[in-house]
Every structure is written in C-alpha cells, then in structure tokens.
C-alpha cells in the first residue's frame, strides 16, 4: 500500500510498505526560522489545553454582527431577484471564510505595527469572500441538481435552474464592485484569480484520471481550486493592504490554502460518517455525483475494484452502495484524516510566523476546529 502526501506542491509516494497502517501518525514538521519573523514552541493538531488560545469566533463577533446584512445592501435589486440573492443570505451560515480572512486581517495588522485595527477595506474583502462562496454555491447546486442546501430547498429547487444561473452571476457582479471600490489593483488581481480558480475546479471535477498517481494530484488541485483558493487569496489580500513584504503575504496564503485544504478533505470524510441531518445534505452524495474523494482514493489500495467503479462515475448498478462499503471496510476515512492533519500542522507551522496576538493563536485554535467539526 502507498500513501500520497502533497511536498513542495508535488504528489510523492511516502510508504509502500504493503502494510494498511503505514501511515498511522501525522506528519512532524521542524519549525521555520527567518530572520525577522516569529517562531513558536512545536505545536500539534491535537486539542490545546492552553486555556489562553482564544476562541475564534468570539474574536470576531463584533466584526461578523451586521456582515449579511451590509451584503445584501450590495445586493440592491428588484424584488424577485433580491428575494434570489438574499435567500443564502439568512444569517444561520458559519460565516467560516469572514472568519478567517478577519483573523488573518488582525493578526497580519498587529505582525505590521497597526494594533490590530481592522480596515473597512479588510472587511470588505471579508464580505467579498462570502458572496463569491455563495455564488458558488449557487452554480454548483445547478450543476449537482440539489434540492437541499443547509438543511433548506436549494434556490433552483424553489425558483428554477435559469434563474439560480442569474442569482449567481448577480452575486459574483456585486461582489466585483465591491471589489473594485477597494481601488488597490494588487488586491484586485489576486481576487480575480480566485473565480478562474472556481471555473477550472469545476471542469477538473467532471473529469477522471486512469492513472492512480496523476487521480490523487488531480482531486487535491481540484480541491484546492474550489475550496482552498478562496480562502487563501482572500487571507493573501488582507495582509496586502498593511504590510508590502511579499514573505508575509506568503504567509497568509499558505495558511489560508493548507487550513482550505484541511477543511474540504474533512467534509469529504463527513459525507461517509454523517447523516444527512447533521451535515445538511445527504451522505454518500459525492459517490452520488460520480466522484471520487479522498476516502475512495485510499480505499482503492486495499480494494482495487473501486478503480473500475471511479471511471465509469458509480454509474452501474449497485456501485454507489458497494463503494460505500468498500470504504467503510478500508482505513481510507482514517488516512485521508491523517492528510487533513498534515495540512492543518503546515497551517499552524506558516501562522506561527507572525507575531504572537490572540487573532494568531485563534487562527491555530481554528486548525482544531476545522479537523473536529461533524458539519
């Protein structure tokens, strides 16, 4: 059996051991030292008792209070298409990404001397990355053909798929404006790649590869586009507009790309370990769809019939229950949590750079979060 690890943005092989629990601990990562930034005592993916970590989203209450609200101002329409791009917009989201990119915003603010003030422009981008989520969202329940979105009918279930199309394209107008009264053309750049990012992860999902090798490579860039992309070019633009050093930038990008990863290998783990009223959506909907996520993709070393069923899409008969058991009967969800806490150890490794302030050590705690979430 062979386990695959991303290094250096490269898929490698890290065992083939022919044993099933080869891979049975997550990665240790040395800590990085540079010559101006921070360093921290080694830290684990496992529950801190440091009683000083803060919670995450208590940090941010205060900036989170009116964010959908001030959204749907952006949103000024006429009523039946305001009624559209409201509906997701109801508050009882997690408001997961403005969470992040206001940490990360603080925390980069008081690494660059700025007492941890947030910017309207910061905030703004927080706001940007919400509404281009959901404008996401939107087109994918299209494509997918949901019916269910956060336990509620999806917008092409009550309005129709026509206009769930022009709903999202709507968000993603406003969310461009917004972006555009920013006025800083580097933070414009760097939002803009995220939609092309979104664009060419949905094409890879409709997409196979035979070989196992370039399969792997191919679901965690495909991964990375439609989830993590968003999540760090947003923490990316954040520390653009207080800090010039292009490293800090980098900073804020890696952990925003590793905790995105994280996040998206943990809800593919959740679609074979929660029911349907925990996540909000039916469980094994992925195997539904055709496609083939972490858990199935580790599952294939120990049950190489899996490998038939991923090309043709579980289309067959019978193909979606037997790969459900496959997986069940293989280490697969456990390996491809094993992942999740590489990247979330790569996160806290790229975070603890910065200069020690709570918005820091929350974004640390919220790797935690992340890898214990069951929704």
């Known amino acids: 059996m ?14 083939q051991q022919g044993h099933v629990h080869s ?15 921070y360093s921290t005592p080694r830290v684990s993916c496992s529950l801190h008792s440091d009683a000083k970590l803060k919670d995450p989203f208590s940090l941010v209450q205060k900036d989170l209070q009116n964010i959908y609200d001030d959204i749907k101002q952006l949103l000024v329409s006429k009523a039946e298409l305001k009624a559209l791009c409201d509906y997701y917009f109801d508050g009882k989201g997690k408001a997961f990404r403005p969470m992040i990119v206001i940490l990360m915003a603080r925390a980069c603010n008081v690494h660059s001397n700025k007492e941890g003030v947030l910017l309207p422009a910061q905030r703004s981008i927080a706001m940007i990355s919400e509404m ?64 092309e990012d979104l664009v060419r992860g949905e094409f890879m999902q409709l997409g196979s590869k035979e070989n196992e090798n370039e399969r792997f490579k191919h679901y965690l860039e495909k991964t990375f586009k439609k989830t993590a992309s968003l999540i760090a070019n947003s923490c990316k633009a954040v520390s653009i507009l207080v800090n010039s050093d292009p490293e800090v930038h980098e900073i804020a990008y890696q952990y925003g790309r590793n905790v995105g990863i994280a996040f998206q290998l943990v809800d593919d783990i959740l679609d074979f ?42 289309s067959s008969d019978g193909d979606v229950d037997r790969a459900w058991q496959y997986v069940l009967k293989s280490d697969g969800v456990e390996q491809t949590n094993y992942l999740a806490q590489h990247y979330c150890q790569e996160a806290i490794r790229q975070i603890s750079r910065l200069r020690p302030s709570s918005e820091r050590d929350a974004l640390i705690r919220l790797t935690e979060l992340v890898l214990r979430r069951d929704k």
């Open 2 to 15: 062979c386990t695959y690890m991303e290094v250096n943005g490269q898929i490698k092989v890290l065992f």
């Open 23 to 37: 891979f049975n601990k997550p990665v240790t990562l040395s800590r990085h030292r540079c010559k101006y930034l």
């Open 132 to 195: 281009i989520h959901t404008a996401s969202l939107v087109h994918d329940d299209v494509i997918d053909d949901s019916d269910k979105r956060r336990g509620k009918n999806t917008i092409n279930n009550v309005w129709g798929e026509r206009k769930a199309i022009l709903a999202g394209d709507f968000i993603l107008s406003a969310a461009s404006m917004a972006l555009a009264r920013i006025g800083n053309t580097t933070v414009v750049s760097v939002l803009s790649q995220v939609i």
């Open 273 to 314: 370990t929660s029911n349907a009223n925990c996540l909000g959506k039916p469980s094994a909907a992925d195997l539904k769809l055709g496609l083939a996520t972490g858990p199935v993709l580790f599952a294939c070393q120990q049950f190489p019939e899996l490998h038939s069923m991923i090309m043709r899409r579980f």
